[in-house]
């Protein structure tokens, strides 16, 4: 059973409150330095399960939604962001492919494999033929036992699963990086801006310390 949208806002203020401006500062580097590549300035970014924002907050857009489930998002939310309070595969009120970018981060891991299966279909739908979906994800082959560390950490995924749930819901994977950064900001990631750049700027260095994937998938055209 998914935790209810009140049991969700007391349960990631408690575990990321604390560290809220370190994950700020590191997003903001993680943005501008790599995620802004796949972003097109002028098109429209959909941040899937949005949580605290760090992600549509930093990145530059013609058009930016957040979308989570937890109605702290309408808080969270930056000027000129629109927030909305829906389900990751219910997304009323988003037009069949509307969106150029869907962005998901850190959440197939709390959800099970059916809403995996129907957000994805969900994605689909709503980007355009030329759209890309865009997945950091903790990566299960390399995390061992600190993925479940968090209590709502229900379903274990790696690249290859992923990789199986794209093919299953009509998208194609452009690009995956096994091993991109590191498990959460509680390891071994630094936050000091500048310690960040350099990390991005070393992919030795992810071969190491890398626990996460990143993942794009395109809509299959066949």
């Known amino acids: 059973m998914e935790l209810e949208s009140d049991g969700l806002e007391t349960l990631y203020t408690n575990r990321f409150g604390v560290e809220s401006e370190q994950r700020q500062d590191i997003w903001e580097v993680l943005c ?8 097109p300035r002028d098109g429209t970014v959909l941040d899937l399960a949005a949580g605290h924002c760090e992600f549509i907050n930093n990145i530059v ?7 989570d489930l937890n109605p702290d998002v309408q808080r969270r939310a930056a000027p000129g962001v629109q927030a909305l309070v829906l389900r990751s595969d219910c997304l009323e009120g988003i037009d069949d492919g509307s969106i150029d970018i869907v962005f998901v981060s850190n959440f197939f891991e709390h959800i099970t494999r ?41 379903t274990p995924i790696d690249d290859r699963a992923l990789a199986e749930a794209f093919a299953a819901t009509g998208f194609d994977v452009e690009k995956c990086i096994p091993r991109f950064l590191p498990y959460s900001t ?7 801006p500048s310690l960040v750049r350099l990390y ?10 890398g626990a ?11």
């Open 186 to 192: 509680k390891s071994r990631l630094p936050s000091w």
């Open 212 to 222: 996460q994937a990143f993942m794009v998938a395109t809509p299959a055209t066949r």
């Open 61 to 67: 857009a013609g058009r930016r939604i957040a979308v």
């Open 114 to 154: 059916d809403v995996i299966l129907t957000t994805l279909v969900e994605a689909r739908r709503v980007l355009k033929p030329t759209g890309r979906l865009l997945v950091l994800q903790p990566n299960v082959r390399f995390c061992g036992r600190d993925y479940w560390q968090f209590f709502d950490h229900i």
């Open 200 to 209: 991005l700027k070393l992919p030795l260095a992810w071969r190491i310390l």
């Open 32 to 39: 501008t330095d790599f995620f802004q590549k796949w972003v």
